[in-house]
């Protein structure tokens, strides 16, 4: 079962990098052993950094099921997800999540996933990319008023 | 001139959550020191995980200018960027962040990010979701594609 949709998700992006449609990935999220999205990655076609398969997939399975959370599904990837991905994974409290090649045999092709990984475990202003904490009086006046708003929809 | 662009987008932040269209964050993209896209959280409101500020401010920006890269841009944002956006902004490849509020004054809140930071660090299968590699024979395929691909976007 598992291994299926796997086997779905590489034929997909072999798929994809024939059709030039953008890198060699593809996701596919199920419900109840269901297919409710089958996405690959469209970064270059769509001009959108972060169209990777799983970030398409989770937006597509987000959209169908009219919700902003995946609980009880499960992504079936091409390939380990990349830092970007595994954060959408965490905020759509995906159920589990299979892979097929891991962030070595992608790096191995000019995917290499490491330097990410690396620069998020330091802080801010040790990285590469320059980050900037610059410290305001009113920086935490969304905060304040998040904690106020009694209609809000928590998440 | 950083701190007016910081400014704009807490005042954007404390607005997103006033008209109730999502969390209390918001982002906006400069190129040459103008406002090429500004966005806040619409999670909620777009039942999109992954619609943080700073993705929905990377998809506009990359949007505008026709391009999957942001290397002469910088990134404003109301609050540090999580896991998943900073993986966004090393794909787009911005120039240069600045950011009002930190982690912690964003985990006293209620919009803790420790627990994804610890996830993304630990080998996939000692994660709290749960994720396994499975070895398949044609895992390879996609990327033995894209090799062979002469007319590839490379990114």
């Not at 001009?47 to 398969?53: E, I, Q, R, S």
């Not at 079936?76 to 595994?86: G, N, T, V």
């Not at 045999?105 to 802080?123: C, Q, S």
Request: aromatic residues 10%; hydrophobic residues 40%; proline residues 5%.
């Amino acid at each position: 079962m598992h291994e299926q949709f796997l086997q779905q998700s590489i034929a997909l992006a072999k798929e994809n990098v024939q059709s030039n449609a953008g890198g060699p990935f593809a996701a596919i999220i199920c419900q109840n052993q269901q297919i409710i999205a089958a996405c690959t990655n469209i970064v270059t076609t769509s001009n959108d950094p972060t169209a990777h398969a799983e970030i398409t997939a989770i937006r597509k399975a987000c959209a169908t099921l009219n919700s902003f959370q995946l609980n009880d599904c499960i992504l079936y990837s091409s390939c380990e997800p990349c830092p970007m991905c595994l954060g959408a994974i965490y905020w759509a409290r995906l159920q589990q999540v299979y892979f097929a090649c891991d962030r070595f045999d992608a790096a191995k092709v000019g995917f290499d996933d490491r330097f990410i990984y690396d620069e998020i475990a330091l802080p801010p202003e040790q990285r590469q990319i320059n980050m900037q904490h610059i410290k305001l009086a009113t920086a935490l006046s969304p905060f304040i008023a998040w904690q106020t708003q009694t209609d809000k929809i928590p998440y």
